[in-house]
């Protein structure tokens, strides 16, 4: 009885320090910033990198913003396309409907974006020519989704473009390719994988404790 009882108690301590081992590993998924103080603001044609937006702000809170233009591009893509290349050539910033009410409130600010031409979208330029300065001294964290090219020059340009805030390692992952007629695809199996990758992400830049 004594011997069972004792493997019974080393059972239990096996379960007890496996159990926290595994509760330190997978975190306790909590924000580490109040959500008044987190600002996620994102453009998205196909709804990929609005997929990846919803994700974070299930995670961490916040306002939720998607960046509107004043004159949207049009729908066909390759029309877009060109647009996208002129706009880059000539450094044209097209102006933005969407306005952001003090952004100084905010001290973590998530961009997010998809590679267009393997730069950053034109109208995330604008978003930060227009609203870099108050962002002087906060945190900025990019994400991107691409149709498998990669980043390009998008995580690069941003740090240009706010040389005076904390820019944290982006996040970034494989959406759609509008070319090949792909449009949305994080949804389902796909969405469930890319919460896992950013939850990871969100952890390993203290965003997520
Ligand atoms: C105008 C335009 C240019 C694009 N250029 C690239 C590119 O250079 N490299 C790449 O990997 N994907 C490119 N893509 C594909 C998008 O990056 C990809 O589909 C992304 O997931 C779209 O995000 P969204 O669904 O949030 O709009 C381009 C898409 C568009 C509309």
């Given amino acids: 009885m004594k ?3 004792h493997s019974l108690l080393a059972f239990l301590l096996l379960i007890g320090a496996w159990s926290s081992q595994t509760e330190s590993v997978q975190g306790t998924d909590e924000a580490t910033v109040a959500p008044n103080k987190v600002l996620i603001v994102y453009l998205s044609r ?7 937006a919803e994700i974070i702000h299930r995670q961490v809170g916040g306002k939720l913003v998607a960046l509107e233009l004043e004159k949207p591009y049009p729908e066909n893509y390759r029309a877009t396309v060109e647009q996208v290349a002129k706009e880059n050539e000539t450094g044209f910033l097209p102006p933005l409907r969407t306005k952001i009410d003090n952004i100084g409130q905010y001290n973590v600010v998530f961009v997010g974006f998809p590679t267009w031409g393997m730069q950053l979208p034109p109208p995330i330029k604008s978003f930060l020519r227009q609203y870099g300065g108050p962002l002087k001294g906060k945190t900025v964290i990019q994400f991107n989704t691409n149709g498998g090219h990669g980043i390009g020059s998008t995580f690069q ?8 805030s904390n820019v944290l390692d982006g996040f970034t992952m494989r959406g ?5 007629g792909q449009l949305l695809v994080i949804e389902g199996a796909r969405a469930k994988e890319a919460e896992t990758a950013v939850m990871k992400w969100l952890r390993t830049i203290n965003i997520l404790k």
């Fill in 3 to 5: 011997m069972i009882m």
């Fill in 157 to 164: 340009t941003v740090k240009e473009l706010c040389p005076n």
């Fill in 46 to 52: 196909t709804n990929n990198t609005k997929a990846i």
């Fill in 176 to 180: 759609g390719s509008e070319r090949d």
